[in-house]
């Protein structure tokens, strides 16, 4: 099975500085059929169930501020937001989703 | 407005089970697939189940496969967890989730607000 790595485990960033989180995957998420990486961004507060922000590694979901933005490709995956601000404060968890099982990160605790 | 809402949790005792239950409105319920994800507490996001539109087919985490049971109720739009031989392991918050589309149906746009199972006795 495949299997998902992020780092950092935690993270503190000063308002309007940039956030940066990794995600690794054991196995290439870009499949050729279509040439698209089945790779998904969350972000989870306190209490709520997690928010879709990003799919297929760089695609915003509808809403999300484009301040968070996706990247990479195969096996390495970036999740940067822009510019810190204090409702970002969050876990975020990346996905893989070409089959199941669809494992998450172990989640990264974003602080300020 | 679509809405995900989760019931049937609450504590059982080891080797005990439970049947969770997911009612679905505001989108068109067979029209797509759909998922369990458990949160242990205070831990991370764990994919449990999923079931294709129709219900023909099942898919499980291997920590629960041969112990639970998804199905779904086309005519009542409602989701199942059946959990039999539940550990302490399996002490959880328990989301029903939507996916995005039939092509992406195992990335999640809508969520419930979970349903607590507590495994102890």
């Known amino acids: 099975d495949i299997v998902m790595t992020q780092s950092p485990d935690s993270l503190a960033v000063s308002l309007g500085e940039r956030a940066t989180i990794n995600c690794k995957s054991s196995?290439?998420?870009?499949?050729?059929?279509?040439?698209?990486?089945?790779l998904a961004w969350y972000q989870q507060k306190p209490g709520q169930p997690p928010k879709l922000l990003i799919y297929?590694?760089?695609t915003r979901e509808s809403g999300v501020p484009d301040r968070f933005s996706g990247s990479g490709s195969g096996t390495d995956f970036t999740l940067t937001i822009s510019s810190l601000q204090a409702e970002d404060v969050a876990v975020y968890y990346c996905?893989?989703?070409?089959?199941?099982?669809?494992?998450f990160g172990q989640g990264t605790r974003l602080e300020i | 407005e679509v809405q995900l809402v989760e019931s049937g949790g609450g504590l059982v005792q080891p080797g005990g089970s439970l049947r969770l239950s997911c009612a679905a409105s505001?989108?068109?319920?067979?029209?797509?697939?759909m998922s369990w994800v458990r949160q242990a507490p205070g831990k991370g996001l764990q994919w449990v189940s999923a079931?294709?539109?129709?219900?023909?087919?099942?898919f499980y985490a291997d920590s629960v496969k041969g112990r639970f049971t998804i199905s779904r109720d086309i005519s009542k739009n409602t989701l199942y967890l059946q959990m039999n031989s539940l550990t302490a392991g399996d002490t959880a918050l328990y989301y029903c989730?939507?996916?995005?589309?039939?092509?992406?149906?195992?990335?999640?746009?809508?969520w419930g607000q979970g349903t607590l199972v507590t495994v102890s006795s």
């Open positions: 297929w590694a760089s």
């Open positions: 505001g989108f068109t319920f067979s029209n797509y697939a």
């Open positions: 996905q893989q989703y070409y089959d199941p099982p669809c494992p």
């Open positions: 989730a939507k996916p995005l589309d039939s092509a992406q149906w195992l990335v999640f746009d809508y």
């Open positions: 196995q290439s998420l870009l499949y050729s059929s279509n040439n698209k990486n089945y």
């Open positions: 079931i294709t539109e129709s219900g023909g087919r099942t």
